[in-house]
C-alpha cells in the first residue's frame, strides 16, 4: 500500500508539479511523509511563481522556496566532500588492484552467480554498467564489440528513445541489444528511487571458460577475507 501512495505521490509531484499540501489532499498521505518521499523532486522557481499567481498561499512557497534551498545546500557539501573523496582516490596507489577488486565486489554483489556460462550485470545505473563494461574489457579480456544488451521497460515509457540512450551511454551498437522487453505498469512497481527513468538494462557474455575464471576469483577473493 505505501508502495502504491508513494508512486502516486511522485507522478503526481514530477508530472503533475503539485505542491505538498495539495498531494496530501488527494492522497491523505502527512506532510512529514512527502517530504521524505520527494526531496529529491523539487519545484522550479518558475512553477513556483505560476502557483503564487494562481493565489498560493505565500507560507506555502516560502517553504516550497526553503525546501529548495535545503536541498542545494545538501548538494554543495555533498559536491564538497566528492571532491575530498576524488583526490583521496587519486593519491591511492595500485589503482589497478583497486579497480579489479571493486569489479569483483561488484560482481559479487550485483552478478550473475548460478548459470555456468552467463557472465552479467542487471542494474537501473548507467555508470555502473560503463564501469563493467571497461572492467570486463580489462580483466576478463571481453571486447565491447563483443557484449550484448537487453533492456527492460515500461509500457508507458518512450521506448525508441530509452534504446537510444542506452546505446548512447553505453557505446553499444542497436544490432547488440536483444530484443527489448515491455513490461505493463503497475502501482507499486518501481522498487527503487528514480528506477523508472530509463528502466533497467542487462549486460551479459556468454562463455564458460571466462565465467569459471570469474567465479574462481570471486571464490579466492571471499575466501581470503574470511579466512
Not at 61 to 89: D, V
Not at 93 to 107: C, E, F, P, V
Not at 114 to 141: G, V
Not at 204 to 209: A, H, I, K, L, Y
Request: a positive charge.
Amino acid at each position: 500500500m505505501l508502495a502504491q501512495l508513494r508512486e502516486k505521490a511522485t507522478r503526481l509531484r514530477t508530472e503533475k508539479e503539485l505542491s505538498y499540501s495539495e498531494i496530501k489532499k488527494r492522497l491523505g498521505v502527512p506532510k512529514s511523509t512527502l517530504s521524505y518521499w520527494l526531496r529529491d523532486f523539487p519545484l522550479s522557481e518558475k512553477r513556483l511563481l505560476e502557483l503564487r499567481r494562481k493565489g498560493w498561499k505565500k507560507g506555502e512557497a516560502a517553504r516550497e522556496r526553503f525546501r529548495n534551498t535545503m536541498r542545494q545546500k545538501r548538494e554543495k557539501k555533498f559536491s564538497k566532500i566528492y571532491r575530498k573523496q576524488k583526490s583521496l582516490m587519486r593519491s591511492m596507489k595500485n589503482k589497478k588492484d583497486i579497480s579489479y577488486i571493486a569489479g569483483l565486489m561488484l560482481y559479487l554483489g550485483e552478478g550473475n552467480k548460478k548459470d555456468n556460462y552467463i557472465i552479467s550485470i542487471s542494474n537501473t545505473d548507467p555508470n555502473l554498467q560503463r564501469f563493467f563494461i571497461r572492467w570486463s574489457a580489462e580483466y576478463l579480456e571481453i571486447s565491447k564489440e563483443k557484449l550484448k544488451a537487453q533492456l527492460h521497460l515500461y509500457e508507458n515509457m518512450d521506448i525508441e528513445k530509452e534504446q537510444k540512450f542506452w546505446q548512447n551511454i553505453l557505446g553499444l551498437k542497436r544490432s547488440q541489444f536483444y530484443k527489448t522487453q515491455i513490461r505493463k505498469f503497475r502501482e507499486g512497481s518501481f522498487s527503487y528511487r528514480e528506477s523508472f527513468r530509463h528502466g533497467t538494462c542487462q549486460v551479459r557474455f556468454d562463455s564458460g571458460e571466462k565465467k569459471m575464471k570469474l567465479m574462481a576469483a570471486l571464490r579466492a577473493f571471499v575466501d581470503s577475507y574470511v579466512a
